[in-house]
Structures are given as structure tokens and as C-alpha cells.
């Protein structure tokens, strides 16, 4: 499976080049350099997958989710050309106030 890199809208993406690779496996995935530098993170917590429904007449997309600081922060990290079941499913979740 192709997984594609996803770089925040705060970087100057034109300066740097998004990564792809090919997985075979979940063991593959975790060995990805840019993304076992977030597991590597004292921060991380998990790595999730959005599973949301599109809108209007997009394609499917499953997104991979950093989840750091407990999953109170997250960001999405690559674009994944199909689901990994074995991931749990992203849920927003929030500090009470």
C-alpha cells in the first residue's frame, strides 16, 4: 500500500519534498523514518486513522493520525491509499475546561 506524507500548512512545503513509500505491513509502517520520529516523540501517544466519511463526491480518504499529549493533540501525518484495521479509529477529544 502507497502512503503518502502530509506536511502542516504552517510549513514552506515548496522547500521541502513529501515523502511516498510502499507498505507491506503495520511493522513496515512503524519503520517509516518520518513516521517512527513522531512514535520516537516523548509526546506520542498513538497513532490513529480517520475513518470519516467524505463529503459530496470526494474519495474516500483515510487519514494517519499522531496523537501526542495523550491524544489531546493530533495531527495528520500521511495519507493512507487504504484503511490499516489494525489502527484504532481517531476520536477528537479535549481537556474540560
Do not use: C
Request: glycine share 2%; proline share 6%.
Amino acid at each position: 500500500m502507497k502512503i503518502k506524507q502530509r506536511l502542516p500548512n504552517w510549513m514552506d512545503i515548496h522547500s521541502i519534498e513529501r515523502q511516498e513509500t510502499e507498505i507491506n505491513s503495520i511493522e513496515d509502517l512503524f519503520n517509516v523514518p518520518w513516521i517512527k520520529s513522531w512514535i520516537e516523540d516523548e509526546k506520542f501517544h498513538k497513532l490513529s486513522i480517520d475513518r470519516t466519511e467524505p463529503l459530496f463526491d470526494y474519495p474516500r480518504q483515510y487519514l494517519l493520525m499522531a496523537e501526542m499529549n495523550e491524544g489531546f493533540n493530533w495531527y495528520v501525518i500521511a495519507y493512507l491509499e487504504k484503511d490499516i484495521p489494525e489502527l484504532p479509529d481517531w476520536k477528537r477529544k479535549y481537556r474540560n475546561k
